[in-house]
């Protein structure tokens, strides 16, 4: 799974085998080394969350993490649908726009 961050953009890339890990277990993590120590690191999730009512992001001490409704999180994993796109109002009247893709033509 890939980050990216850019301005006021979040976007989450997943290979195929990656969507359907998410399909089976409704949760993908990846966790980043950024110093010596565990707690030196950055971990990024995509997790299914049958609480969360719209696409949002979540940041807590060296964690990102993107939460889908259930319904939608289902819906998109086993349809031909590529992206899930929402936004989410943020610090000073901003937003954060969050898009989640299938990378399905990705061969590197």
Known sequence: MKLRLED???RLRLDEPEVAAFRQQGRLET???LGLTAADSLTYTLE???ATPVLAVRHEAGRVRVLVPATVADGWTSSEAI???GTQEVADNQVVHILVEKDL???H
């Open 83 to 85: 992206s899930l796109r």
């Open 8 to 10: 006021n953009m979040l």
């Open 31 to 33: 966790i980043v080394p």
């Open 48 to 50: 299914r969350d049958s």
């Open 105 to 107: 033509g990705c061969k």
